[in-house]
Nanobody
Framework: QVQLTQSGGGLVQAGGSLRISCAAS????????MVWYRQAPGKERELVAE???????NYAVSGKGRFTISRDNAKNTVYLQMNSLKPEDTAMYYC???????????????WGQGTQVTVSS
């Protein structure tokens, strides 16, 4: 049994910063790519940033230069540091992780419970 637990987020004024986290727990053998998505009301879920097990990163245009994704492999945790936040960044943010369990089962898509980020103008 594996679980993703998100933390952080909240309400911030435009121009402010927030950091959200997603920790994987349970019987984990290894973790592959870790991804942050977001979904605003009435919109489709979109990729925000991703990071491979080797530390290679990729960002959506919307967050490039403002967002930084990182991971702590010892803690099985992925972070998203968001700076210079804009009202259009308001959304529910979800982490998505690909992992292999201790039993050898590959789980390509595990989702966190979601974290609300609200940016006021």
């Amino acid at each position: 049994q594996v679980q993703l637990t998100q933390s952080g987020g909240g309400l911030v004024q435009a121009g402010g910063s927030l950091r959200i986290s997603c920790a994987a727990s349970g019987s984990i053998f290894s973790i592959g790519v870790m991804v942050w998505y977001r979904q605003a009301p009435g919109k489709e879920r979109e990729l925000v940033a991703e990071i491979t097990s080797g530390g290679r990163t990729n960002y959506a245009v919307s967050g490039k230069g403002r967002f930084t994704i990182s991971r702590d492999n010892a803690k099985n945790t992925v972070y998203l540091q968001m700076n210079s936040l804009k009202p259009e960044d308001t959304a529910m943010y979800y982490c998505n992780v690909a992992m292999t369990t201790s039993a050898g089962k590959y789980v390509p898509n595990s989702w966190g419970q979601g974290t609300q980020v609200t940016v006021s103008s």
